[in-house]
């Protein structure tokens, strides 16, 4: 089965010889490759090499990859916290959940490309169709805030994703 076929999927990044590139320790790279906000820049350009998909045009762009029939997919980390899938723009603090424009969102997408950065260097990866998140939220197994925990995602909704 071709990688695009998989919903489920794991890199490993040589920490080792990204530290020695970088001139710091392992450390310090496993720090800023489990943070999220940083670790997605990397991500992102390492799932187009893996699937063969084109990143977005710009980091403003309102999806980070596009698959080879056109579809458009939001990467997602899952850290220690979890994971969301709202808008960027409706997290952080002082932001708050806007669920029409959640929706707009998801009517966009394809999907999302979630990303366990947490075991870092191995990288686990679920492929996530925007129809399966339309379901959780229906069957109120996300947040109010279409937020879950890691350990959440982990235990419950990764099972269907098969």
Do not use: H
């Amino acid at each position: 089965m071709a990688l695009n076929d998989r919903r489920r999927f794991e890199f490993v990044w040589d920490a080792g010889a990204l530290a020695a590139a970088f001139g710091v320790t392992r450390e310090d790279v496993r720090e800023y490759l489990t943070d999220g906000r940083r670790a997605s820049f990397m991500v992102e350009r390492r799932l187009k090499a893996l699937l063969g998909w084109q990143l977005a045009p710009s980091e403003g762009a309102a999806f980070d990859l596009r698959d080879r029939q056109g579809g458009l997919w939001e990467v997602r980390s899952i850290t220690e916290s979890g994971v969301y899938f709202t808008p960027s723009n409706q997290v952080g603090s002082g932001r708050s959940f806007d669920k029409a424009a959640y929706m707009r969102k998801l009517g966009a997408l394809s999907g999302f490309i979630l990303t366990d950065i947490v075991d870092f260097p191995t990288v686990r990866c679920f492929r996530i169709d925007v129809d399966m998140v339309l379901r959780w939220q229906k069957a109120g197994r996300l947040g109010t805030s279409a937020r879950v925990s890691r350990t959440r995602f982990l235990t419950d909704l990764a099972k269907d994703v098969s």
